[in-house]
């Protein structure tokens, strides 16, 4: 073992080196380099011990996983109000014959609901909770009903259920 102080040879038993009494511990290098000096004697050469590099987070693989992540929550987004039964999916006209007249629904996204037929027009407000649609009127008379949305024969089409009798409208 070498002392990191003066560079002297001790033996591996030694708690102090025997030239310069410098204590000998387990950060002293166990074989030091050593130079040839310009007389050609060789003198000791320290070396400093150095802490590892710190790593530095990858921002790039950071990035791309977060704009990842956004895409795919608005996709999930998109596709649960899409295709959940909620208020925006009956955005829109929907319309049938009924016993030779012509029905429409026209649900709008500030929560009114057009209903001509007979040449008559009527405008309510309406709710949408899971599978069931509340239907308000302008005298405050509430109906509630089940409906579903479904493709049929290349159209979609929207069943209303109100007390046992349905309803089927297509998408205009």
């Known amino acids: 073992m070498f ?7 001790n033996s591996e038993g030694n708690a102090f080196c ?15 380099v050593q130079q040839a000096a310009a007389g050609g004697a060789y003198a000791p050469v320290q070396t400093a011990v150095m802490a590892p590099p710190v790593k530095k987070p990858n921002y790039t693989l950071i990035g791309i996983i977060s704009v990842a992540a ?3 929550i608005v996709a999930a987004i998109v596709l649960i109000v899409m295709f959940s ?11 049938t014959e009924y016993y030779g007249v012509e029905f429409s629904l026209t649900f709008n996204r500030d929560g009114t609901v ?18 069931v649609l509340t239907v308000t009127d302008s ?3 509430t109906s509630s009903g089940q409906f579903k949305i479904y493709k049929a024969n290349g159209k979609t089409a929207l069943d209303l259920t109100y007390e046992g009798f349905t309803l089927t409208l297509y998408k205009k």
């Open 70 to 72: 956004v895409v795919v």
């Open 3 to 9: 002392c990191s102080n003066c560079g002297t040879q």
């Open 139 to 141: 005298s405050n008379n």
């Open 18 to 32: 025997v030239s310069c009494g410098a204590p000998l511990g387990a950060s002293a290098p166990s074989a030091p």
């Open 85 to 95: 039964g909620g208020k925006s999916s009956l955005i829109g006209t929907w319309s």
């Open 114 to 131: 057009v209903s001509e037929s007979y040449g008559e027009t009527d405008t309510s407000k309406y709710s949408v909770k899971g599978d």
